[in-house]
């Protein structure tokens, strides 16, 4: 082994160590080298190193796939690190080398290949790769046909989410075209060897290589239903039915009893593709339902309460919740007999708190919360469970209703009869009750329609409430979630009387032993002080203030019991009281933001939970919002607290916090006076600007809105050292050459433009369009026009027409006309109203201000006139969206590892005309002073009757 590779394998390992010193030390070495040419072949030479133990293989395996990840997307302004021979050379070698290593192995090379071929594949410059991968299925040996199927399907897997388009569709019908044929072939012929081969091994590959087929057929078909599976239902449909009913197999288990083995798996994803062809391809699948109605049913029946058949119990109710949804399907249930039957032995047993549930319940909070929380999205029997019924009620309402209400009425009276051994009755009994009131609901909103037959409010007054008022807090801990849970999913139709009387019971429970407990009691507070009937808050901010300091108390306190140290129910229910209670809350801002400061010095430790880390932040953020909201000089009070830890924080390259300490910086130093940036904030400056800051894209937003914020409030004094704005001008350099991150560029440069003396920015100016330019012949985006037509009307607002003129066509002759056209013909629109106020006052000032618009550039007035009344009169005022709704959406999307903006840190909207009240005003006053008799046979005929109309209704004559 070589120098090279022995140096490689040492820093891999490094990776490994729990250390957070020696390990970001080596993640950082191996991050340079993705920067040299070859790193991508040696590392896929290292996986092949046999002298390398598995654990460094498979870590050179992750690597790999890190670096692809990161990496392989080299046309975002054509600056990618691999180099196009690096990247023939991997395409060429990673199939051939996947198909050798081990499965652990297989499993990153196969990430790996979907990453590449989401850029490549799509765009044809990787034609060799699914002949290549299809040609493997003749190989005859099922550890390359199984490594060819992991790596396709997660290729294909994107066709389940991505939005229809002819593209896409072109695409797909290529893959079908390759595939199709090959994959049916493969699917019988492992059909026929799973006869022969009845030995462990032999089974367990045969049906591990049906799974993976599945999956691919489930993925090809979900974008729609293509002409070649269509003719050919029963070669497939026929075959999922006999495996169906395969009875259990002992070759097929798992190693942990608890988890499901492979038939569960085979099964659970045939389910899953009955159900989509259930959902989307009704006529086509109608000669199926019987017989799989009737073998789901059998299964269904035939399968126990263990854990390992959970997904695929899941997935089987769902087929018949959605079977029982569709009118014309309904007769399949109608029979008295059948529903009875399906209540009986589908539905209540699959209800029933397991012993499996309570152990979950009492050593793995996380997970029971993360699954019963509301809005999760994993599939579990109860789950399951509630979605049948929900079917069954579409149509058949009353007698289901009918049949559980002898159930829960027989569930209660058990309870009853011995409260201490029954609770599990009784839990049963709240589960049915929930299942059958709720018939609509929006994802995270709670209940917002139930049922006839169900009353609410008299089961929460009967059987929720006394549960609550026990004095016990941690007696029957189920039951005491279950209690709350309710009063979760019914929350908005209680009455603000009833939660004024519900929510102190609930916070009592924040001192329950149990994390369940504590964690839904963190949830109701949260979800009950958003509530907002009608758009109005059910708890007005003086209320929630009165309840503030209790709340908080209790809050805090629950976190730092064992276990919750970062419990993220918690968190956002102390961001809930803070932003809910606004200025109200601001007394206690100074002991909430010390006890936020020590725990981020906690856990930026090892800054692991995602979720968490944000709350964490957004109450920061949030609270020096209200606070400065109303008395601006509080400011000192959380720089005081916070600038000491976040400098440590970036002493020690706690890159996971770095977004956020930036974003919270400016946020503070946003709130100061022009000319006030001394001390902490001078002494950071320097470290800002230095490149290693600016490697990780996730940091160019905050890191431009805080440089923004000291350009804005230090002016030339911050910069009087000119190797600085040097430094700021390299950086809009680095920004404007990718697509992410150009917008970015062209905020610092109109803040530098707006904030700095003109003869500072001078000497930059004809740079900036120069690089501008350049970046627009390499990659042209309608994005980078927008930012630049708004940087060229910044400069005519600022310094006027005739200066810009000069400055473009020093460059080359007439350039600044091949602009306009350019611009003003490919930019449609500009959607944010700062901008397009800016855009609007610029091309005025170009209209009516600019002499050489009426000479030399005569020919572009008509063009100007026409695209300033498109951006400024036809476009619709930008929405602001709220902080809830933000947070919302960053739920559902997941935090990931890149940019999460903080919701209460807002946005940098600076308005560099705020002189201007009306920009619309200000165009037709300039217009009609500049001289509308003169300047009206310029105006474009078909354009005249609107601006007439604009002129009149600000009170112009015409």
């Known amino acids: ?79 990618g690190k691999i180099c196009e021979a690096d990247r023939t050379t991997i395409k060429n070698s990673i199939v051939d080398m996947m198909v050798r290593v081990p499965e652990q192995i297989q499993a990153q090379l196969s990430e790996a290949i979907a990453i590449i071929g989401k850029h490549d594949f799509t765009s044809g410059k990787w034609d060799s790769l699914l002949p290549h991968l299809v040609a493997q299925f003749q190989s005859g040996d099922f550890h390359v046909i199984n490594g060819v199927l992991r790596t396709a399907h997660p290729l294909f897997k994107r066709y389940r989410h991505e939005m229809k388009s002819d593209k896409l569709w072109t695409e797909i019908q290529y893959v079908l ?38 999956k691919l057929f489930y993925s090809l078909n979900c974008q729609e239903h293509p002409d070649i599976f269509a003719e050919h239902m029963d070669k497939w449909f026929v075959p999922f039915f006999e495996l169906l009913a395969l009875p259990e197999n002992p070759h097929l288990g798992a190693d942990d009893e608890d988890a499901p083995g492979i038939l569960e798996d085979l099964k659970t994803q045939i389910l899953e593709s009955v159900c989509m062809f259930a959902l989307k391809y009704d006529d086509d699948f109608e000669k199926y339902y019987g017989k799989y109605v009737e073998v789901t049913w059998g299964l269904l029946v035939q399968t126990g309460l263990d854990l390992r058949s959970d997904q695929m119990v899941s997935v089987a109710m769902k087929f018949l919740s959605s079977v029982a949804r569709i009118p014309g399907r309904k007769e399949l249930f109608a029979a008295p007999e059948t529903l009875q039957a399906i209540c009986e032995k589908v539905i209540v047993p699959n209800m029933t708190f397991r012993e499996s549930d309570e152990q979950l319940f009492e050593d793995d909070w996380e997970e029971y919360v993360r699954r019963d929380h509301e809005g999760a999205d994993v599939d579990t029997r109860r789950r399951g469970a509630t979605d049948l019924v929900r079917g069954l009620c579409q149509h058949f309402e009353d007698a289901v209703s009918t049949i559980f209400s002898g159930y829960i009425g027989h569930l209660l009276q058990q309870y009853a009869q011995d409260p201490a051994n029954n609770w599990k009755q009784k839990d049963a009994a709240i589960f049915l009750v ?116 209790a709340l908080l108390t209790n809050l805090f306190a629950a976190m730092e019991t064992p276990g919750n140290e970062e419990n993220e129910y918690i968190m956002k229910a102390i961001l809930r009281t803070v932003s809910t209670g606004k200025e109200v809350v601001v007394p206690l801002m100074p002991v909430v933001t010390d006890a936020l400061s020590r725990k981020m010095m906690i856990v930026a ?83 800002l600007v230095q490149p290693p800051l600016w490697e990780s894209g996730v940091n160019s937003a905050p890191l431009v809105r805080l440089l923004q914020a000291y350009v804005e409030k230090g002016g030339s004094g911050i910069l009087a050292d000119g190797k600085l704005l040097e430094a700021l001008l390299g950086i809009f350099q680095r920004l404007i050459s990718t697509r992410t991150y150009d917008h970015e560029g062209f905020n610092l440069l109109n803040t530098l433009v707006e904030s700095l003396p003109a003869a500072m920015m001078e000497p930059y100016i004809p740079q900036c369009f120069s690089l501008c330019f350049a970046r627009l012949t390499r990659n042209k985006t309608t994005k980078f026009m927008r930012g630049m037509l708004e940087f060229v009307c910044l400069l005519v607002g600022k310094f006027g027409g005739s200066g810009v003129i000069k400055i473009v066509d020093a460059i080359q002759a007439n350039l600044f006309s091949m602009m306009c ?63 809830e709704t933000y947070l919302e959406q960053l739920e559902s999307g997941g935090y990931k590892a890149s940019f999460n903006k903080l919701a209460f840190a807002g946005h940098r909207d600076h308005d560099p005309f705020a002189a201007i009240d009306n920009a619309q005003l200000y165009f037709a006053t300039q217009l009609h002073g500049a001289g509308i008799q003169q300047l009206a046979p310029k105006i474009p005929q078909e354009l005249q009757p609107a601006i007439v109309k604009v002129l009149q209704q600000a009170g112009l004559s015409v």
């Open 821 to 883: 056209k350019r611009f003003l013909g490919e930019v449609e629109a500009i959607p944010n109203d700062v901008s397009r106020k800016t855009v609007t006052v610029g091309l005025t000032k170009l209209l009516t201000e600019t002499p050489e618009m009426h000479s030399q550039y005569a020919e572009l007035w008509p063009l100007v006139i026409t695209a300033l009344y498109r951006y400024a009169f036809e476009a619709e005022d930008g929405g602001d969206e709220d902080e």
């Open 605 to 687: 430790k090892n800054p692991g939970r995602a979720r968490f880390n944000h709350y964490l932040f957004e109450v920061m953020s949030c609270g020096i919002r209200h606070t400065v909201g109303t008395n601006p000089s509080m400011v000192s009070m959380f720089e005081e607290r916070l600038i000491p830890a976040f400098q440590e924080m970036l002493t020690q390259d706690v890159v996971e916090f770095q977004p956020y300490v930036f974003q919270i910086m400016a946020q503070m130093l946003e709130v100061h006076k022009v000319g006030d940036v001394a001390g902490p904030y001078q002494a950071l400056f320097p470290f």
């Open 177 to 214: 075209d390759n595939l199709a044929i090959p994959l049916t072939q493969l699917f019988h012929g492992t059909l026929e060897l799973v006869k022969v081969h009845k030995d462990r091994d032999s089974q367990r590959t045969l049906f591990g290589s049906l799974v993976l087929i599945v």
């Open 1 to 79: 082994m070589d120098e090279t590779m022995q140096k490689l394998g040492h820093y891999l390992e490094q990776t490994l160590l729990p250390e957070r010193a020696p390990r970001r030390a080596a993640e950082k070495y191996l991050e340079s080298m993705e920067g040299q040419a070859g790193y991508g072949a040696l590392l896929l030479q290292a996986m092949s190193q046999d002298v390398f133990p598995p654990h460094i293989r498979q870590q050179c395996a992750v690597t790999f796939k890190n670096y692809i990840k990161r990496n392989w997307e080299a046309d975002d302004g054509g600056f």
């Open 434 to 549: 929930t299942s059958l009131a709720v018939k609509g609901e929006v994802m995270g909103k709670g209940a917002t329609k139930t049922s006839d037959f169900v009353n609410i409010v008299d089961f929460f007054g009967t059987n929720i409430v006394p549960d609550l008022q026990r004095e016990e807090v941690d007696s029957q801990p189920v039951l005491k979630a279950d209690a709350i849970k309710f009063v979760i999913t019914f929350r908005n139709i209680l009455t603000k009387e009833q939660h004024a009387a519900i929510l102190p019971l609930v916070a009592r429970h924040l001192t329950s032993k149990s994390q369940v407990v504590m964690s839904y009691a963190a949830v109701c507070i949260e979800r009950c002080l958003l509530l907002k009937p009608e758009g109005v808050p059910l708890f007005t901010a003086a209320e929630v203030g009165g309840m503030a300091q």
